[in-house]
């Protein structure tokens, strides 16, 4: 597995060497989309894109926040939202205890920036869960330095049950660090540029890329605006031409018969 702030700087520097002359990383880059694929915020997907080093957030907010994001974003198919009861059912958990867990952490939020101590055992369990709740990695007591946690417990229980829900099976996409969420949420930009650079004229066949050819086309001398048309021109008859001789050998073929 690729290290976390590399590997989302690989990517990133992989996407602007693809993006080429006459498009920016805005043309490519839709934050809106990349948000709600991720489950970053979209400050803090900016934030990221610049290079820049995310908030602080309690392992567990980002858990609940994210439920509250897949609910408002992966809708039913006549566009209302899964209920608390039908998610937890799925995992064979009570509504009260996911409504309860979700309610009670967005009414007292964590400060964006949360004490280096692990919360106690006594919060943890009048939430119903437990001090061996973190999936990831959480600081130490001591030094303030991250280290690996232990899985297991309620929550984990509860994650696993949820994502397993909305995408088929436990994949890390509640709990996972904004840094690997974005870089997931990035392949599918990246490996659309790497199409595109394989094959010049699928960004043509695109209905972006042809937009964004008309748009451009104000830009270009009238001799340069010549050479573009003559070319698709060129590339239709050509086409044109293959068909024409496809089917004149097929009416042949059939007259022989």
């Not at 009416?251 to 022989?256: D, L, M, V």
Request: aromatic share 2%; proline share 7%.
């Amino acid at each position: 597995m690729r290290e976390t702030r590399p590997a989302l700087a690989e990517t990133l520097s992989r996407i602007g060497s693809l993006i080429g002359d006459g498009r920016s990383r805005d043309d490519v880059l839709d934050v809106e989309q990349l948000s709600n694929e991720s489950g970053v915020p979209r400050d803090v997907v900016r934030m990221l894109l610049d290079g820049e080093e995310p908030p602080a957030e309690d392992i567990t907010d980002r858990i609940v926040r994210r439920i509250v994001h897949l609910r408002e974003t992966r809708l039913r198919p006549d566009g209302t939202r899964h209920s608390y009861d039908e998610i937890a059912a799925s995992y064979g958990a009570s509504r009260a205890s996911l409504s309860n867990l979700v309610n009670s952490r967005r009414k007292t939020p964590s400060p964006q920036t949360p004490s280096p101590q692990m919360p106690s055992r006594q919060a943890l369990s009048r939430q119903g869960l437990s001090a061996q709740v973190l999936s990831e990695q959480v600081p130490s007591q001591q030094t303030g330095e991250r280290r690996p946690a232990r899985s297991g417990g309620p929550l984990a229980s509860t994650q696993a049950g949820i994502e397993t829900f909305f995408f088929g099976q436990p994949n890390g996409w509640l709990s996972a660090e904004p840094q690997t969420s974005l870089d997931n949420a990035l392949q599918s930009v990246l490996h659309g540029l790497e199409r595109e650079a394989a094959d010049p004229m699928a960004r043509l066949r695109g209905t972006h890329g042809l937009r964004e050819l008309a748009a451009r086309a104000p830009q270009l001398a009238e001799e340069e605006l010549q050479l573009v048309t003559d070319w698709i021109d060129t590339i239709l008859q050509r086409r044109n031409a293959q068909r024409v001789r496809g089917s004149g050998s097929d009416s042949s073929h059939t007259e022989g018969h």
